[in-house]
Structures are given as structure tokens and as C-alpha cells.
């Protein structure tokens, strides 16, 4: 099997296993869109391998493979930033859920005081 033919088969994998988890509710559909633009990528790009070297000759790189880590990189980047926009979101949802609590317990205290 050549190289070209394994990439190509790992790319449909990825891409067959982040639909069945979509599917299965396991990934949610925020982080789904960057899985399969990522895995339709890769099938691209190993289907036609000519055309990393054309972007990379475009962009004045001249190792093909440096524009690859390059965006992959900056990939990960988006990912963490979403990632940490979410954590900060569920946070401050957690504290106005955990204050809410303590009002209510505070009042049922009060009343049952009275």
C-alpha cells in the first residue's frame, strides 16, 4: 500500500468516526465542524498531494510540510481558544447557579427560623 493510498484511507477513517460519533451525540456539533472540515482536509490533501506543494510555493514556503504544521498549529490555537471561551462560559454559569442556591437556602433558613 502506498503512502498516498494509507493517507487517503486514515482521512475517510477520521472522517467516517467523527460522523458516527456526531451521530451517537457523543461530539457536540460546535466541535464537529472543525473535525470535518479537518478530516475533508486531509482527504484533499492526501487525494491531491500537489497541491500542498502549489499553496506552499504561493505563500513563498518552501517546505511543504512547514505550511502543514503551520496550519495545524494555528488549528490547535482555534481549538484552545474555543475550548477556553466554553470553560469560561460554564464558570460563570456556575457561579449564578451556586449564588441562586445559597439565596434559597438562606430563605428557607430564615423561614423556617420564624
Known sequence: MTPQILAIVMAVILLIAVI????????????AVIWLVASVAAIVLSAWP?????VSGFFG???????????????????LMQISLELARTRDELRKVVQKLALEIEQVRRTDDD
Open 20 to 31: 458516527l460519533l456526531l451521530r451517537s451525540y457523543v461530539l457536540p456539533e460546535k466541535y
Open 50 to 54: 500537489g497541491l500542498l506543494d502549489a
Open 61 to 79: 514556503i518552501a517546505q511543504p510540510i512547514n505550511l502543514l504544521f503551520v496550519g495545524a498549529f494555528f488549528v490547535i490555537l482555534l481549538l
